[in-house]
């Protein structure tokens, strides 16, 4: 993508749009692939102002099913669904897509959207593996579309603050000491502990 790939705090905020009072901008159209994560991002996107998800791509029934079917997740939500990300794309005129997806299944999907122009959001983790990083950057800076990687503990207020205290003052750090606390753990045989895919529960 000849303009790289963004972390969070590195957006380039001199291209936000600023709109003139009482002038009305049309809602930025998203897709979603993976409704696992998924879910929680048209939950969310849900509460922007100025953005709708008008599609979702989800192949496994099951997890559908588990959500009160196809059809209801529809209705409720106001958007298609697809099995098929690639059917979604190219039947939707969308401004950007969201491929909340396990690592091991994101390539293909990187290059769909990035040969298509559509900016992405990608969750994290980026890659099972350093090398397998390192291809992906490389593939999204062939792409002329922005590649935004999700993660969000960065933009916390409280890390923005310690962000900014490390290139003034206080300076860079040289040793951290962190507990992070969370109330799930993926199951022994769970595809996150696969050094493939996910290789683990923080990556």
């Known amino acids: 993508m000849g303009k790289g790939i963004k972390s969070s705090l590195e957006i380039d905020r ?3 749009i600023t709109l003139a ?3 009305e901008m049309a809602s930025i159209k998203l897709g979603i692939v993976g409704l696992g994560l998924g879910q929680w991002m048209v939950e969310t996107v849900k509460k922007i102002e100025g953005a709708q998800v008008v599609a979702a791509a989800e192949n496994m029934p099951a997890r559908l099913d588990s959500m009160g079917g196809a059809e209801a997740y529809e209705k409720e939500n106001d958007l298609r669904l697809y099995q098929d990300a690639d059917q979604m794309m190219d039947d939707e005129s969308l401004d950007a897509i969201a491929l909340a997806v396990m690592p091991k299944h994101r390539r293909a999907l990187i290059e769909s959207a990035g040969n298509r122009g559509l900016p992405m ?7 099972g593996n350093v090398q397998i990083g390192r291809e992906l950057v490389e593939l999204c800076h062939s792409f002329d579309a922005p590649c935004q990687i999700e993660f969000p503990i960065r933009c916390m207020p409280a890390m923005v603050r310690l962000r900014e205290l490390m290139t003034g003052n206080l300076g860079k750090g040289w040793i951290a000491n962190a507990n992070l606390m969370m109330g799930w753990c993926p199951p022994p045989k769970s595809k996150h502990w696969d050094p493939e895919n996910h290789n683990g529960l923080l990556n």
């Not at 959001?121 to 890659?127: D, G, S, Y």
């Open 14 to 16: 001199s291209q936000d």
């Open 121 to 127: 959001l990608i969750e994290k983790p980026w890659a």
């Open 21 to 23: 009072k009482g002038v």
